[in-house]
């Protein structure tokens, strides 16, 4: 069996590399390097010596997919290529139509014509937009319906995914497909080759390390008057290497005909407050820090409940203080400031 992951290149995308070539895997990734780095590739292949191809190219072209597919004899797809950024979603709305649901949709249009078994897509906590204060802590079962054309791309996927399956089922030859909604992901690789290099960055523990290091001026707070102990939005984290590894197990586990949904979180919170306290408790810096006016569209607290695939798998994230997260950011934005240092706005 080879896996396609795809957005190798990226951030989670090459955690779940290292994961799958670290369990022995097969594995051949596309990724368009639109917002990626051929660096952790190469750092990997150097690693894992005639195990990972790199094939680079968009996921749309329907021809070159085929051919890996063909050429690899790929049976599963991890999915997690993908335009990111809520703001730009909202910019330029039709740019995350193609390329999170009509690139994906191509993506899928080759899985149905190979011998692909599973697939297992990246979705996102803004597929359920703005739950009230009463669906907090977030479960499977509460409603989707996404506030930005991010998360309405992705929830359009999770519908393209759900009407595969039950088509393929009905025609006899089933396929298995599971949904990971992640909430907020952050950390790095533990073991100090990969890091998480975005361009622009807007996640907020990196973000705050960058202050940390100097190369930003300030951290800005959006709102400080929420419902919440200390004023500001609170958020649930989860460490890339419990992210990859719930991936891995919903693989193992995944059967033809299968559909499944999954929360990918710590299920519990931690405030802006909170984070930025715990970046400097573990950098050991200063830096300065502005409140600044509510931003449209943040709902005061978002946090899971993972429940559903602890129950289901046995997987429970293992990293749960927010120091060993920031830590093991800390580590990696030490020893590369400027990231992976092949983006041409940073050169
Ligand atoms: N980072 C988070 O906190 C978070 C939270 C929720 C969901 N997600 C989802 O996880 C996935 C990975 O996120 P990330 O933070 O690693 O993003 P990332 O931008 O670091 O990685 C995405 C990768 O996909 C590649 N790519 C994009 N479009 C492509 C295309 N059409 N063809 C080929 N390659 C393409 C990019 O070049 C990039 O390397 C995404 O699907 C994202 O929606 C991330």
Redo the contacts with the bound molecule.
């Keep these: 069996m080879t896996v396609l992951v795809?957005?190798?290149?990226?951030?989670?995308?090459s955690h779940a590399l290292l994961r799958l070539l670290r369990e022995g895997e097969r594995v051949v990734t596309?990724?368009?390097?639109?917002?990626?780095?051929r660096r952790p590739i190469e750092l990997l292949q150097e690693r894992f010596p005639g195990k990972l191809t790199f094939v680079e190219?968009?996921?749309?072209d329907e021809g070159l997919v085929s051919g890996v597919m063909a050429a690899h004899g790929v049976t599963t797809v991890m999915?997690?290529?993908?335009?990111?950024y809520v703001g730009e979603s909202v910019e330029k709305p039709l740019w995350y139509w193609t390329?999170?649901a009509a690139?994906s949709l191509a993506l899928l249009r080759v899985c149905d014509r190979s011998g692909v078994e599973r697939f297992i897509f990246?979705?996102?906590?803004?597929t359920y937009g703005q739950p009230g204060a009463e669906h907090v802590p977030i479960v499977e079962t509460t409603p989707q319906h996404p506030i930005n054309p991010?998360g309405a791309s992705?929830l359009a996927f999770e519908q393209m995914l759900w009407d595969w399956c039950r088509q393929r089922a009905s025609s006899g030859r089933p396929v298995g497909a599971a949904a990971l909604r992640?909430?907020?992901?952050?950390g790095c690789d533990r073991g100090g080759l990969l890091g998480?290099d975005?361009d622009p960055e807007t996640?907020l523990i990196p973000v705050i390390l960058q202050a940390a290091l100097g190369l930003r001026e300030r951290i800005d707070i959006f709102g400080e008057d929420y419902p919440t102990p200390d004023g500001t939005c609170i958020r649930d984290y989860l460490h890339v290497e419990d992210l990859v590894d719930a991936h891995v197990r919903v693989m193992r586990a995944l059967q033809p005909g299968e559909t499944r949904r999954y929360n990918l979180a710590i299920g519990r919170g931690y405030s802006v407050r909170e984070v930025i306290e715990a970046c400097r408790a573990v950098t050991g810096r200063e830096f300065a820090v502005r409140a600044g006016a509510r931003r449209a569209g943040d709902p005061p607290v978002l946090y899971a409940d993972p429940s559903l695939i602890a129950n289901e798998l046995g997987w429970r994230a293992e990293v749960t203080d927010l120091h060993a997260i920031v830590e093991s950011a800390w580590r990696w934005f030490l020893e590369h400031p400027r990231g992976y240092g092949d983006s041409p706005a940073r050169a």
């Design positions: 795809t957005g190798g290149a990226g951030y989670i995308g596309i990724d368009n390097l639109l917002r990626g780095h190219g968009d996921i749309a999915h997690f290529a993908a335009l990111t390329g999170n690139a990246s979705s996102t906590a803004a991010y992705k992640y909430f907020n992901v952050a998480e975005h996640h």
